[in-house]
């Protein structure tokens, strides 16, 4: 299957990204790259780092929006410290990002290729996807689906008490991706707090006989360092890397599909996922919501994959 990851790396997101390369049923056509854990520039830095990790300079990076549409930037050092990528120092990139901005490659691509052929994976913000559908509406039509990294329901919020980062961060890009129509597969914190990166998975990963392994292993120790101990669990949540297992793996997974909408208008709850778990609104179902989870089998799937990088 074909797919771009709309990304802001951080760590997860670089984890994420190595997946999608260690999986031969995944085409990965680009990387384009949004402001969000750190800035722009950063996280487009951080893309191609990770490329180069894996030897694929081929995959092209644009570099897209450096701030969200109508609200101030915000980021999420204090997760993946100054740099996105703390715990571990790579070398500089080996080249530059592709020329053309994100929004024209993501256009470009989805609209040469069969309609519903794309799945977009998106694991930041959501301000490209959200320029791209406002610049090119039939998108609509051709994004095979989205499945994305992003809200929370019982779990609630992770930026503030009522906000998950990717969609508190760029809500009125989020407000219109729900709003789209297209098929949306979401993966929200309900999902990813059950996934603790404990000491004992991260030795695994750790020990896959590669140069990868070790380095995924100390980019989750780091994330884990701040998230573990705001939760006080045994450790931090894993993100964004639930989007490619999904491609992978489904039957890891369950959801229901349900309404969901985002609030834009209350400083006290601004980001919101608002998700109508029991129908009660009766509005028409616009995303499949996932909120079970087979942990163990999500942490043998990435240390299979990673032994084959
Ligand atoms: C999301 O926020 C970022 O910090 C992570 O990379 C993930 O995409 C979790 O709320
Ligand atoms: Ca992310």
């Known amino acids: 299957m074909k797919i771009i990851i709309d990304t802001d790396p951080g760590q997860d997101d670089a984890l994420t990204i190595l997946l999608a390369l260690a999986s031969p049923e995944i085409e990965l056509l680009g990387v384009t790259t949004v402001a969000g854990n750190v800035s722009v520039e950063q996280t487009t830095e951080n893309a191609l780092k990770t490329l180069d990790l894996a030897g694929r300079t081929d995959i092209p990076v644009h570099a897209g929006a450096d701030r969200p549409l109508l609200r101030p930037a915000v980021n999420a050092t204090h997760v993946h410290g100054r ?24 256009i470009r ?11 977009l994976c998106t694991i ?3 301000t490209n996807i959200a320029l791209a559908l406002a610049r090119e509406p039939a998108l609509r039509e051709r994004i095979g689906q989205i499945v ?20 508190y961060v760029d809500p009125h890009a989020a407000e219109m991706v729900f709003a789209s129509g297209i098929r949306l597969v979401v993966f929200p914190l309900d999902v990813t707090h059950q996934l603790h990166t404990s000491a004992a998975r991260l030795a695994r990963i750790e020990q896959i006989p590669n140069r990868i392994g070790p380095v995924v292993a100390a980019w989750l120790r780091f994330e884990k360092r701040f998230e573990a101990t705001k939760y ?18 489904p039957d890891l997974y369950h959801g229901r599909e349900v309404n969901v909408e985002i609030e834009t208008g209350s400083p006290l709850t601004m980001g919101m996922s608002v998700v109508d778990w029991w129908g009660i609104s009766r509005k028409p179902k616009n995303a499949l919501f996932m909120r079970d989870v087979d942990v163990e089998g999500v942490y043998d799937l990435i240390v299979d994959r990673l032994s084959r990088l």
């Open 83 to 106: 740099t996105g990528f703390e715990g571990v120092d790579l070398p500089p990139p080996s080249r530059a990002a592709n020329p053309g901005h994100a929004v024209d490659f993501i």
């Open 109 to 119: 691509t989805v609209m040469e290729n069969p309609p519903g052929s794309i799945t």
């Open 124 to 126: 930041g913000p959501l």
């Open 148 to 167: 994305m990294m992003g809200c929370a329901f019982s779990e609630v919020g992770n930026i503030t008490p009522t906000g998950e980062f990717n969609v």
């Open 232 to 249: 006080g669990t045994d450790g931090g949540p894993l993100h964004d890397p639930n989007t490619v297992i999904w491609l992978l793996r």
